[in-house]
C-alpha cells in the first residue's frame, strides 16, 4: 500500500470514529437537548452504517463468488424456510422489495436454483420454489457466511452477542410506531 493510500485509509477511519460525537454536536445546534433522543439518533447511525458494511462485506467474500446477491441469498433462506412460497410472498418473507425480488428471481431461476410455477387455479399466480442446486448453493453460501457472521461478532464476546440479539429482537417484533405529526 502506497503513502498515500495509507494516509486515505487513516482519514477514513478517524472519520468514521468521530462521526457519531460530530453527528450528537449538529443535532445539539438544532436544539436536541434530550439524551435519550441523542442517544436514538446514534444508534439509528450505527446500525444503518452496520448494516450497509455487512452488505458489502458479505457480498464481497460469500455471495459474489457464489453467483448470489445479497437479494438472493435473502431469498433462498426463504424458501428454505418456508418450502415453496407464492412470488408475492417470497418478497414480504425475505424483506425484499418487489422490483429486487423481480430482478433477483430471473437471475435465480435462469441459474437453475429457483423454479417458479403457474398456479393451477390462478394461472396469473406463480409459486416459486428452491431446487436441488439451489440448495446445494445455499448451504455453501451459510457456510460462508457463519465464517464472516461470527469474525464481524467476535468483539462482543458471548454474553455482548446474546445481549445485542435480545435487544435487537425486542425492536424488531414491536408493532411500528404511529406516524410522527406532518413536518412542515
Given at each position: 500500500m502506497t503513502d498515500?493510500?495509507?494516509?486515505?485509509?487513516?482519514?477514513?477511519?478517524?472519520?468514521?470514529?468521530?462521526?457519531?460525537?460530530?453527528?450528537?454536536?449538529?443535532?445539539?445546534?438544532?436544539?436536541?437537548?434530550?439524551?435519550?433522543?441523542?442517544?436514538?439518533?446514534?444508534?439509528?447511525?450505527?446500525?444503518?452504517?452496520?448494516?450497509?458494511?455487512?452488505?458489502?462485506?458479505?457480498?464481497?467474500?460469500?455471495?459474489?463468488?457464489?453467483?448470489?446477491?445479497?437479494?438472493?441469498?435473502?431469498?433462498?433462506?426463504?424458501?428454505?424456510?418456508?418450502?415453496?412460497?407464492?412470488?408475492?410472498?417470497?418478497?414480504?418473507?425475505?424483506?425484499?422489495?418487489?422490483?429486487?425480488?423481480?430482478?433477483?428471481?430471473?437471475?435465480?431461476?435462469?441459474?437453475?436454483?429457483?423454479?417458479?410455477?403457474?398456479?393451477?387455479?390462478?394461472?396469473?399466480?406463480?409459486?416459486?420454489?428452491?431446487?436441488?442446486?439451489?440448495?446445494?448453493?445455499?448451504?455453501?453460501?451459510?457456510?460462508?457466511?457463519?465464517?464472516?457472521?461470527?469474525?464481524?461478532?467476535?468483539?462482543?464476546?458471548?454474553?455482548?452477542?446474546?445481549?445485542?440479539?435480545?435487544l435487537l429482537r425486542?425492536?424488531?417484533?414491536?408493532?411500528?410506531?404511529?406516524?410522527?405529526?406532518?413536518?412542515?
Amino acid at each position: 500500500m502506497t503513502d498515500d493510500a495509507h494516509e486515505q485509509a487513516a482519514t477514513h477511519q478517524r472519520r468514521t470514529r468521530e462521526f457519531p460525537e460530530r453527528l450528537r454536536h449538529r443535532h445539539r445546534e438544532l436544539g436536541t437537548t434530550d439524551p435519550r433522543a441523542l442517544d436514538a439518533i446514534e444508534m439509528v447511525a450505527h446500525l444503518t452504517r452496520l448494516e450497509t458494511r455487512l452488505i458489502q462485506d458479505f457480498e464481497r467474500y460469500v455471495h459474489r463468488p457464489l453467483g448470489l446477491t445479497w437479494a438472493g441469498f435473502r431469498i433462498l433462506n426463504a424458501l428454505w424456510v418456508y418450502g415453496s412460497l407464492p412470488q408475492q410472498e417470497v418478497g414480504r418473507v425475505s424483506g425484499s422489495s418487489r422490483a429486487s425480488i423481480s430482478s433477483a428471481l430471473l437471475t435465480l431461476e435462469d441459474r437453475g436454483i429457483v423454479a417458479r410455477t403457474r398456479n393451477a387455479d390462478d394461472r396469473r399466480q406463480l409459486t416459486v420454489e428452491i431446487t436441488p442446486k439451489g440448495l446445494d448453493t445455499l448451504r455453501q453460501a451459510i457456510a460462508a457466511q457463519t465464517l464472516r457472521e461470527h469474525a464481524w461478532t467476535s468483539a462482543l464476546g458471548d454474553d455482548g452477542l446474546r445481549k445485542l440479539v435480545g435487544l435487537l429482537r425486542t425492536m424488531v417484533n414491536q408493532e411500528t410506531p404511529p406516524p410522527p405529526p406532518s413536518v412542515g
